[in-house]
């Protein structure tokens, strides 16, 4: 029972490297997200795809693209990391039929802690 | 913008106690409530969620909505030093993302 499946767990970048963070779920879930995770910051949303073939910035986008490949997978790229990105990030997934009136639990991966320097 | 605000603790109750979280929101709107618990180093896991105002029980846990009030909160019976983590609450309007609060931490003495 995978769940969200999140790689790599750890990763350290130098200034200006790229990377592609990689989020998979299992769940058949419409809806999934990007969150960075800061000390004294709380959860932001990065990016979000509320189904698939559909993305839409969050609060915290800039320096990130993503892209939603099929139903089951959502990445996130930093094209030219920079110190600011250090950070936990999480990827998420949810229910989230746009039918519905009230939002469904998102369900966490277990992160990837990004070190840049 | 919307804004949920948690009290960052940390909240200390002795082991046996109730341990009483809180919540509030600006989004008048907001229809969707979430309490998530985090242990350090490990990612958010779903304790419960609330639609409707008034109580919901879920075991030792009761999450309580008062919307005309804008908050929420979460009531832990017979605390446990194993519920020492930090505690998110999450708030939604429609099917729009969550938006989180920073979170409380709760530490239960034993």
């Known amino acids: 029972n995978a769940g969200v499946t999140q790689t790599p767990k750890f990763?350290?970048?130098?200034?200006?490297q790229s990377?592609?963070?990689?989020?998979?779920?299992?769940?058949?879930?419409?809806?999934?997200?990007?969150?960075?995770q800061d000390p004294g910051m709380g959860l932001r949303l990065i990016y979000y795809s509320a189904s698939e073939g559909t993305t839409d910035k969050g609060e915290v986008p800039n320096g990130y693209n993503v892209s939603r490949l099929n139903k089951r997978e959502f990445s996130l790229r930093l094209e030219s990391a920079a110190p600011s990105q250090t950070s936990v990030y999480f990827c998420a997934s949810s229910e989230g039929r746009e039918s519905?009136?009230?939002?469904?639990?998102?369900?966490?991966?277990?992160g990837t802690r990004l070190t840049v320097t | 913008q919307k804004e949920v605000e948690q009290n960052s603790g940390p909240l200390s109750v002795p082991e046996g106690a109730i341990a009483s979280l809180n919540c509030t929101y600006s989004d008048r709107g907001s229809q969707s409530f979430f309490w998530y618990r985090q242990y350090s180093g490990k990612s958010p896991e779903l304790i419960m969620f609330?639609?409707?105002?008034g109580d919901k029980e879920d075991g030792r846990f009761t999450a309580q909505l008062n919307?005309?009030?804008?908050?929420?909160?979460?009531?832990?019976r017979d605390s446990q030093p194993s519920d020492s983590a930090t505690y998110l609450c999450a708030v939604a309007r429609g099917n729009t993302p969550l938006v989180f609060g920073k979170g409380t931490r709760l530490s239960v003495i034993a």
Not at chain 1, 19 to 36: E, K, P
Not at chain 2, 67 to 76: D, E, G, M
Request: charged content about 10%; hydrophobic content about 35%.
């Open chain 1, 11 to 16: 990763q350290v970048l130098k200034t200006g």
């Open chain 1, 19 to 36: 990377m592609t963070l990689q989020c998979a779920q299992d769940m058949n879930h419409n809806s999934m997200y990007w969150y960075r």
């Open chain 1, 100 to 110: 519905e009136t009230y939002n469904s639990p998102l369900h966490f991966g277990n």
């Open chain 2, 50 to 53: 609330i639609y409707s105002n």
């Open chain 2, 67 to 76: 919307k005309a009030s804008q908050y929420v909160s979460l009531l832990i």
